[in-house]
């Protein structure tokens, strides 16, 4: 059964940092670009960034020096550390997994509709 599960969500003060997860089972995450989205109230899903097969990395100009994707394929899990979160970061977050062997700035191109498989999704509140 394949299944792609987030976890690490939560509330935070602004300032505050948090780090999602992403494990994957039923596949082999290795040859799988990752892209990172994220959900807030009354709005449209937006790429957050992603990670290509062999670690290249894509930032939204929204999240860049905040944010870093991490992938331990020994581990089949895929990682979003946050720092310094704002208020607008507040948001559902998820991630996808997409097959192919192109590097970051490709799949960041990619439409959401296009990825293999979804994690069910992580709520992030920054609020003080």
């Known amino acids: 059964q394949v299944q792609f599960v987030e976890s690490g969500g939560g509330s935070v003060q602004p300032g505050g940092s948090l780090r999602l997860s992403c494990a994957a089972s039923g596949f082999i995450l290795d040859y799988y670009g990752i892209g990172w989205f994220r959900q807030a109230p009354g709005k449209e899903r937006v790429g957050v960034g992603c990670?290509?097969?062999?670690?290249?990395?894509y930032y939204a100009d929204s999240v860049k020096g905040r944010v870093t994707i991490t992938r331990d394929n020994a581990a089949n899990t895929a990682y979003l550390q946050m720092t310094s979160l704002k208020v607008e970061d507040t948001a559902v977050y998820y991630c996808?997994?997409?097959?192919?062997?192109?590097?970051?700035?490709?799949?960041?191109?990619?439409?959401?509709?296009?990825?293999?498989?979804w994690g069910q999704g992580t709520q992030v509140t920054v609020s003080s």
């Open positions: 996808a997994a997409v097959s192919t062997q192109r590097g970051a700035l490709h799949i960041a191109t990619l439409p959401s509709g296009v990825f293999d498989y």
């Open positions: 990670i290509s097969s062999d670690g290249s990395t």
